[in-house]
C-alpha cells in the first residue's frame, strides 16, 4: 500500500553536492518517519538519517554537519541534500519507512562520488 521511489543520484566530484528525493505514494502521512540508508559495495546496509516529523531529525555521525533532511509534505517527498561529498559517500542510497508491521523500501539511487 505504500510505495517509495527514490531519483536524484548521480556521478559527482568530491566536494560537490546532490539532492535526493524519495516520493512516497499510497497510505503514508507526514507524521510517519522516513529514513534514508545506504549500501556501499561489499558492506552493510546502514542507516544515513531518519526525518521524524517535520522538524525532528537524526544523523549517522559520518554525514552530521554535511547532509540534510527535508519533508515537502506537500508533495509527499523526503530530501536528503548532501554536500561536500566524500568518495566514501559512494553507494546506492535508499529510502524506508515502517508503518505498522510492514517495512517499505525504494529501489535505491546510485551516488557515485570520484576523488
Known amino acids: 500500500q505504500v510505495q517509495l521511489v527514490e531519483s536524484g543520484g548521480g556521478l559527482v566530484q568530491a566536494g560537490g553536492s546532490l539532492r535526493l528525493s524519495c516520493e512516497a505514494s499510497g497510505r503514508i502521512f507526514s507524521f510517519h518517519p522516513i529514513s534514508w540508508y545506504r549500501q556501499a559495495p561489499g558492506k552493510r546496509r546502514e542507516l544515513v538519517g531518519i526525518?521524524?516529523?517535520?522538524?525532528?531529525?537524526k544523523y549517522a555521525d559520518s554525514v552530521v554537519g554535511r547532509f540534510t533532511i527535508s519533508r515537502d509534505s506537500a508533495k509527499n517527498t523526503v530530501y536528503l541534500q548532501m554536500n561536500r561529498l566524500k568518495p566514501e559517500d559512494t553507494a546506492v542510497y535508499y529510502c524506508n519507512t515502517n508503518i505498522g508491521s510492514a517495512n517499505y523500501w525504494g529501489q535505491g539511487t546510485q551516488v557515485t562520488v570520484s576523488s
Open positions: 526525518i521524524i516529523d517535520d522538524r525532528s531529525e
